[in-house]
């Protein structure tokens, strides 16, 4: 029988476990709304072909693989965020860990979708797999995705046995038959024996390890898909690394945000306390710093090399693209820097709206990665439109965003039905004076 | 409230500036278009006139779309041929019908105008050309000297043949984009001979369309005679044998072992994690 002491953790952690609210259900349907609205866009697309979307001969690569590139660096920040708080035993990690875990294995499920919308012809998918040539960044990037996603479920699924296993053997709380049921065959028969505790944790300690690696190797491979080419912006020997920290400041932006709707819609505000959000916060104040000082590097060589094609990209960011750029590379950085670097200014609700900012400016970083650059061909097509040359996103297109923002709430609000958002274990684990 | 004002004024003086480049782009222009006027006799014996509207700009050409193009004929009394509308390739193409007697002037030219009257967005822009017609024959031989191409080119004058002489002629072939030129010829006394290359590839088997013109002639224009042959080197699609590198068939052994080392390492790590959940289940059996 797995027993913990503290019995209000089992009722004050599992809201949505035993019965379900209206803010539940209301935002259960707005979700569902809105993803019907991105899935009707995806019959038009599929019916009607890729010419309903904004893309054309030069920009092949628009929102859909901005989409991709973002919701992947979601979860691979979440898997370094978990995997280095879990082995480095934070004492505060315990009510924000499993918020890290499920922002990767969610991220990363919804990511590779946008390269399906982005494919005309998607008949020809399984050759990836059938004729792989181990030299193109994309196989790597195949390889790397599966081997993350069945590597963050596993280290998910580990962190969750022991909370499986308090939800079957609780009296607490009332829980439904059904589910009785399914923790029992999810708990694998933990019941909390000296050997079964130090098999589990060395389990964990070892993924958590290998989800830190492997979120960096696959990152990095994603940045070479553009850093090995030799197309103006894209073509950076920084790429890897800044893809990587880029990835890590925007996972920490919605973790945060992840933390206080939750904590809002779930009264969690007992166990998320402002503590977390200072520590969270400033996790985000130093990759902001790391970040900003990536990108000034990276558009500095770019700029004072003035090779013509990086010049010529370089004067679109300035021009056609300046607000973006502003807002991407100098607002991003620079205002969570300054609210969460003046203690002064440090309240949950600033670091939030820091953490929107930085994830708002984030999604614009990429987007100014992947479509300027296609617009900035090195051979002039002649002959070609308006349209080839200016690429702007479809009702279809942003539709299919929105659809991948509210399939992440989706997954996360069945995941609350299901399993407690923040760890019972871990809680009942840390030192309760720390914590409460 | 301090931060709220902060961020405030940045969004403001963000907005200021946007809006000050705003008017900078906004003032009304009238764009200068460009216009480019060809014929083509083709080997139909089809006369097409063909006028092309674009803009210069810094990464090319750009067409525009939905102009209409006004075709005239006869230079003393501009007689209007018809209107055609711009496709999105900025491309006005009329075809002159056969019964149409087109007027000659003195010199026994035609001329031919086209003109685009101009709208609240792109200025007036037009072109002329005045060319002779010429009639071309091509005939293909395979001879001991090669292969041998034969052309007879003609004008009619005030009723009479006269022979096309002191003029060169050039052999192409279609590629993916455009012709390739693979020889050229010279008129004497209305009949040229031009050698056709042997290295000229085909596909599977060797055929491929031969085309003889007068391309951008000044008094010719663009005239044409195609004729479709063997005469291609067959093209194979068999990947010869190569060797390990990144840009070929077989990666390089070291990527090869690189990346079996990673995965391995990796999913032994997942094994482990599968086997310890194992292990879980069976000491809580145990313990029971």
């Known amino acids: 029988m797995m027993e913990i002491k503290n019995k209000n953790l089992i009722h004050d952690l599992t809201p949505e476990i035993v019965s379900t609210s209206r803010k539940w259900y209301f935002l259960f349907g707005l979700f569902v709304v809105i993803w019907a609205v991105g899935i009707y866009g995806l019959i038009q697309q599929i019916d009607k072909g890729h010419i309903v979307t904004g893309m054309r001969d030069n920009v092949v690569w628009g929102i859909y693989i901005v989409n991709f590139i973002f919701f992947m660096g979601l979860s691979y920040a979440g898997a370094l965020i978990s995997g280095v708080l879990h082995l480095f035993k934070s004492k505060w990690r315990a009510p924000v860990i499993r918020f890290a875990e499920l922002i990767t294995v969610i991220s990363l499920c919804i990511g590779p979708f946008f390269i399906f919308f ?11 797999f059938a004729f792989p040539r181990i030299q193109s960044p994309i196989t790597w990037d195949v390889i790397a995705i599966i081997t993350d996603l069945v590597g963050c479920f596993i280290f998910l699924y580990l962190s969750l046995v022991e909370d499986f296993a308090i939800l079957r053997d609780t009296t607490a709380i009332s829980i439904k038959p059904w589910k009785k049921k399914l923790y029992r065959i ?43 080419t030799l197309q103006p912006g894209w073509h950076s020997t920084i790429f890897g690394p800044y893809f990587v920290i880029a990835a890590v400041f925007s996972g920490t932006g919605l973790l945060i945000i992840i933390m206080q709707l939750f904590r809002k819609i779930y009264k969690l505000e007992k166990y998320i306390t402002k503590k977390h959000f200072v520590n969270v916060g400033i996790l985000l104040l130093i990759i902001a710093a790391f970040y900003g000082y990536f990108t000034f590097s990276d558009y500095l060589t770019k700029w004072y090399g003035s090779v013509k094609m990086d010049k010529i990209l370089i004067d679109k960011l300035f021009e056609d693209y300046y607000l973006m750029f502003i807002f991407a590379n100098y607002l991003g950085i620079l205002i969570p820097l300054i609210i969460i670097g003046i203690p002064r200014f440090r309240t949950i609700r600033n670091i939030v709206i820091a953490a929107v900012i930085a994830l708002i400016g984030l999604w614009f970083n990429r987007y100014i990665i992947v479509v300027p650059t296609l617009e900035t061909p090195f051979l002039p097509i002649q002959d070609f439109r308006m349209d080839f040359i200016k690429y702007s996103p479809t009702w279809i297109e942003w539709a299919l965003t929105a659809a991948g923002v509210a399939i992440f709430g989706i997954f996360m ?16 684990d840390s030192a309760e004076s720390e914590i409460l | ?80 041929l018809g209107e055609v509308f711009t496709n999105e390739k900025g491309i006005a193409r009329y075809i002159i019908s056969d019964d149409m007697i087109l007027h000659v002037d003195e010199d026994n030219n035609w001329w031919f105008y086209a003109e685009f009257e101009g709208n609240e967005q792109y200025e007036m822009t037009m072109e002329e050309i005045s060319l002779m017609d010429v009639n071309l024959n091509m005939s293909l031989e395979e001879t001991e000297d090669g292969k041998m191409i034969y052309l007879e080119a003609y004008t009619v004058q005030n009723g009479e043949k006269v022979p096309v002489s002191d003029e060169d002629i050039y052999i192409f072939v ?18 040229a001979e031009v ?22 002639h000044w008094q010719f224009a663009n005239v044409e005679k195609r004729i479709e042959t063997k005469w291609g080197v067959p093209a194979s699609h068999e990947v010869a044998e190569s060797h390990r590198a990144l840009w070929t068939q077989i990666a390089p052994r070291w990527m090869i072992v690189t990346l079996t080392i990673m995965l391995i390492g990796v999913w032994g790590h997942y094994l482990f994690a599968i086997i310890s959940m194992i292990r879980i289940k069976r000491v809580g059996k145990k313990s029971k």
């Open chain 2, 1 to 80: 409230m301090k931060l709220y004002r902060f961020l405030v004024s940045i969004i403001l003086t963000l907005a200021c500036l946007s809006s000050l480049s705003a008017q900078d782009v906004e003032e009304p222009e009238i764009l200068s278009p460009y216009m480019e006027f060809k014929y083509l006799k083709n080997t139909e014996e089809q006369r097409i006139l063909e006028a092309k509207i674009f803009l210069a700009g810094e990464l090319g050409l750009i067409p525009i779309e939905g102009l209409p193009v006004s075709f005239y004929t006869n230079i003393e009394e501009p007689e209007l």
């Open chain 2, 195 to 216: 050698e056709f290359p042997d290295d000229v590839p085909g596909d599977e088997e060797g055929n491929l369309t031969v085309i003889g013109r007068f391309n951008d």
């Open chain 1, 186 to 228: 999810l708990a694998l028969g933990y019941i909390g024996t000296e050997k079964q505790y130090r098999i589990i944790s060395q389990a964990k300690n070892i993924m958590a390890a290998m989800i830190i690696a492997i979120a960096i190797i696959v990152y990095s491979v994603l940045a070479w898909i553009f850093g090995v």
């Open chain 1, 118 to 128: 982005c494919i005309g012809r998607l008949d020809r998918l399984p050759f990836l």
């Open chain 1, 413 to 428: 609000m069945l995941v609350s039905k299901l399993a407690p958002l923040v760890s019972i274990s871990e809680m009942e």
């Open chain 2, 174 to 191: 279609p590629r993916m984009f455009s012709l390739l030129s693979v020889a050229e010829g010279y008129f004497i006394d209305g009949e």
